[in-house]
DNA sequence: CCATATGGGTCAGCCTTGTTGACATAGTTC
DNA sequence: GAACTATGTCAACAAGGCTGACCCATATGG
């Protein structure tokens, strides 16, 4: 072979650099889903409801409106599975203080559990991949992927300003 | 374990830095479909329809066993998107030559059209990505999301011919 | 206090895209 | 000629999106 580079980015920009970065992320969404969704498979649970389970562990006390704006779904959609959780004893929900109208979601301990469990095995692939490609790589990865979201998903991964509940809900001085 | 590192890595591995891949990953490939989406949905097609005529672009004359083991899905799955793409004008069939069973697929002109429109977006999306990413953060992506794919799909970003595990390449000899 | 807006839920129906299972028809191979 | 293989097709089902319509309870502003 003859490789004439010289230099650290031989395919910089090139079409096929382009293709293949489209068919990695292909391949690697497929793969990263697809043991969490055996999982789900086995608790008559679909991918939908591992990412409620998800994103209530990661937000808990998060109201309804404010996961919506999260998974960027209807409520209906939400609903199904939603209810589905809270019946199954994964989720419960309570009024909101000051505003009764709120069902902020949380995880119960079985919840808490199940959130372990599914996520686990894409913790443990994103481990690996993380310590096969080294520190450096993984940077690369996270400013790549970070140009490749938009608008309001962007800030959760921003640096500083990051964590608020993501809600424009706060309006508040309270 | 706790944070051993200084500089550029200070969550590397931790829990923290993995739930923020799983859900870069997430996003990112969310909006990385939502563009072709909208414009499959003005002709009336999926993502399923997107899928075929980008693998079939890729490896013209491809049989049909072929392609289902690139996308992973049944026959009868893709057997309806590909006859509506067939019906339509995208993609013709011709038989085998030493196998007359084999009905090899092939884009049209009017294929190769609706192709490059479909694609268009994602190759622009990760040109911009990994243009502000810069070339080196380009290399760490392509390490990671290698090793987040498994097996035969892998091989197919790998350098021809030789295995070696991920994690160089950075100024490899040669 | 009342009108209206908002958070949340629900019913009903539709679409895409995946799944099984059964079966049909050519063409290849032994 | 039998058996296997590549492909297609019918039928039924499920998940998880969507829209539209309508409901209830609570907040909020005049």
Same mark, same amino acid.
């Given at each position: 072979?003859?490789?004439?580079?010289?230099?650290?980015?031989?395919?910089?920009?090139?079409?096929?650099?382009?293709?293949?970065?489209?068919?990695?992320?292909?391949?690697?969404?497929?793969?990263?889903?697809?043991?969490?969704?055996?999982?789900?498979?086995?608790?008559?649970?679909?991918?939908?409801?591992?990412?409620?389970?998800?994103?209530?562990?990661?937000?808990?006390?998060?109201?309804?409106?404010?996961?919506?704006?999260?998974?960027?779904?209807?409520?209906?959609?939400?609903?199904?599975?939603?209810?589905?959780?809270?019946?199954? /004893? +994964?989720?419960?929900?309570?009024? $909101?203080?000051? !505003? *009764?109208?709120? =069902?902020?979601?949380? &995880?119960?301990?079985? #919840?808490?559990?199940?959130?372990?469990?599914?996520?686990?095995?894409?913790?443990?692939?994103?481990?690996?991949?993380?310590?096969?490609?080294?520190?450096?790589?993984?940077? /690369? +990865?996270?400013?790549?992927?970070? $140009?490749?979201? !938009? *608008?309001?998903? =962007?800030?959760?991964? &921003?640096?500083?300003? #990051?964590?608020?509940?993501?809600?424009?809900?706060?309006?508040?001085?309270?």
């Amino acid at each position: 072979m003859k490789e004439v580079k010289s230099g650290p980015n031989p395919l910089f920009l090139r079409e096929e650099e382009l293709r293949q970065g489209i068919e990695m992320l292909y391949f690697a969404y497929r793969d990263f889903t697809s043991e969490a969704d055996a999982m789900l498979a086995r608790h008559k649970f679909g991918r939908a409801h591992h990412r409620v389970i998800y994103f209530v562990g990661r937000h808990p006390r998060i109201s309804v409106s404010d996961l919506l704006g999260i998974l960027g779904i209807t409520k209906q959609s939400l609903s199904r599975v939603l209810s589905q959780l809270v019946n199954d /004893g +994964f989720i419960m929900q309570h009024r $909101g203080l000051r !505003d *009764g109208r709120q =069902r902020l979601l949380e &995880l119960t301990e079985k #919840g808490v559990e199940m959130e372990r469990q599914l996520t686990e095995a894409q913790r443990r692939r994103f481990a690996r991949a993380y310590r096969e490609a080294g520190a450096e790589a993984v940077e /690369g +990865f996270r400013k790549v992927m970070l $140009g490749m979201i !938009d *608008g309001a998903a =962007r800030e959760r991964f &921003l640096p500083a300003g #990051g964590h608020r509940p993501p809600g424009r809900s706060s309006g508040d001085g309270r």
